[in-house]
């Protein structure tokens, strides 16, 4: 007789002593298999590039020794630089919240034995009393995920795709086949730079070999068809890619994530677009780190733990007018505890004169819901 034993995360059936896992897993293995579908593509569309260009374009077609040698030390730049940060894309494990944002077991217990919201809410309201949240669902509640069963930092978000919450989650790629988050949002960023700098650099250097091939000008070779199909490949991705490029640099100005901007952050004080705004400068490093020279290596300088953001309730946006923050007329200072600003909140604000809007608005912030 088949007994079934069933946990969160998958279904399994024991037959005479062997564990035989339900088809739900099965399909969930199918699924991530498919999911490299687009990154086998990718690397495929790269690796013929790289034969095309070496082989085909520099050592069989252009003549001058010279140019050779030039264009072989820039496409080799561009070349490693691309797969670099594309690899660092996909293979950087999304971050988690950590187990300061679980419920601990009793709680965990209570929540899971409550049938009514409200009271679900109680208990959240009690555990997060000493967690620095700003950011709350779009009726003002606890944002928690039964699926991780974590309560959600603030920028915190469930990815379907990965089946996890992600810290600071942006959008999840399939192209990367990874979630972008906290984690390598800045070596997708350099991802798209370099892959768009390779595209342009191939587009530019073949152009003129690609219209003495279309005009006949140069006798027809096996090269042929890959010169023409390399300009039309390069100059198609080229488009794509800097839109997509252009959109997230301007995201990165504003500090906001890919859900962020069409899905404004719920804080107290209500919903907000440029809420983790600190301005231009500072919105760029965050993400790329406070020392230039390691701006454009795909190596980790992103600032701050991805679990806590600077906000208008710590910091005033210098791009927004100045937020007057009024308690609501039935809570005191005692429903609702202060949340602690943690160290990479403190780091990001910067100098002193942040550090006293910190304490004012920590003052005022201990009075909302």
């Given at each position: ?153 603030d920028r915190c978000h469930h ?149 806590t953001f600077p906000s208008r ?57």
């Amino acid at each position: 007789m088949g007994v079934w034993y069933v946990t969160s995360r998958k279904h399994s059936l024991r037959f005479g002593g062997r564990v035989k896992m339900a088809p739900t897993h099965v399909l969930r293995c199918c699924q991530r298999g498919l999911a490299w579908i687009p990154v086998i593509f990718i690397a495929l569309v790269v690796c013929w590039s790289y034969y095309a260009y070496v082989v085909e374009l520099c050592i069989f077609t252009i003549p001058s020794i010279a140019e050779k040698i030039i264009y072989m030390v820039f496409f080799h730049l561009s070349f490693v630089m691309f797969v670099w940060s594309y690899w660092k894309t996909i293979f950087t494990r999304p971050a988690n919240p950590s187990k300061e944002f679980c419920l601990p077991k009793a709680e965990k217990e209570q929540y899971v034995k409550e049938e009514r919201p409200e009271s679900q809410q109680e208990i959240l309201w009690r555990a997060t009393a000493n967690l620095p949240l700003y950011t709350r669902t779009g009726a003002g509640a606890i944002r928690y995920c039964d699926r991780c069963q974590v309560i959600k930092p603030d920028r915190c978000h469930h990815c379907s795709a990965c089946d996890m919450c992600v810290l600071k989650m942006d959008h999840h790629c399939p192209w990367v086949n990874n979630c972008v988050g906290f984690s390598n949002y800045k070596f997708f960023i350099l991802f798209l730079c370099y892959s768009l700098v390779y595209c342009l650099f191939i587009a530019a250097t073949v152009l003129q070999y690609f219209i003495k091939f279309w005009t006949n000008e140069l006798p027809d070779t096996h090269a042929k068809f890959h010169v023409l199909f390399l300009f039309f490949v390069a100059a198609m991705f080229c488009i794509s890619i800097l839109s997509l490029f252009s959109y997230h640099l301007w995201l990165v100005g504003k500090n906001r994530s890919t859900i962020e901007a069409f899905r404004a952050p719920v804080f107290r004080t209500g919903s907000d677009k440029n809420g983790f705004s600190l301005g231009f400068g500072k919105n760029i490093a965050q993400v790329f780190g406070d020392e230039r020279k390691f701006w454009l290596l795909p190596i980790f300088t992103s600032q701050g733990d991805g679990l806590t953001f600077p906000s208008r309730l710590v910091n005033i946006d210098p791009e927004q007018p100045t937020v007057s923050l009024q308690p609501e007329a039935n809570k005191s200072i005692e429903d609702v505890p202060a949340s602690p600003l943690s160290e990479s909140q403190n780091h990001l604000l910067g100098n002193e004169q942040h550090a006293n809007n910190v304490t004012e608005h920590l003052e005022n912030d201990s009075s909302w819901e």
